[in-house]
C-alpha cells in the first residue's frame, strides 16, 4: 500500500511537477538514496508476501471449513 512505502522510506510523495523533478534528481544523483528507497520498499513487500494466503485461512477459518 502507498501508505506503508510512504511510511517506510521506499517511496516519496510529489505535489507538483517541481516536487517530483527534486524526488527523481535526488534519486538519479544519488546512489546511497537510491538504495536506501529501494531496500525500504523491498522490505515492505516482503513484509506483505503471502497475506492473501493469511487472509483466505483466516476467512477460512471463520466460516468454519
Do not use: F, H, P, Y
Request: aromatic fraction near 2%; glycine fraction near 16%.
Amino acid at each position: 500500500d502507498a501508505q506503508a512505502l510512504l511510511r517506510a522510506g521506499g517511496a516519496r510523495a510529489a505535489g507538483g511537477r517541481g516536487a517530483l523533478t527534486d524526488v527523481l534528481s535526488t534519486w538519479r544523483d544519488s546512489a546511497a538514496a537510491r538504495s536506501d528507497a529501494g531496500r525500504a520498499a523491498r522490505a515492505v513487500v516482503e513484509r506483505g508476501l503471502g497475506a492473501a494466503e493469511r487472509s483466505a485461512r483466516l476467512v477460512e477459518g471463520l466460516l468454519g471449513s
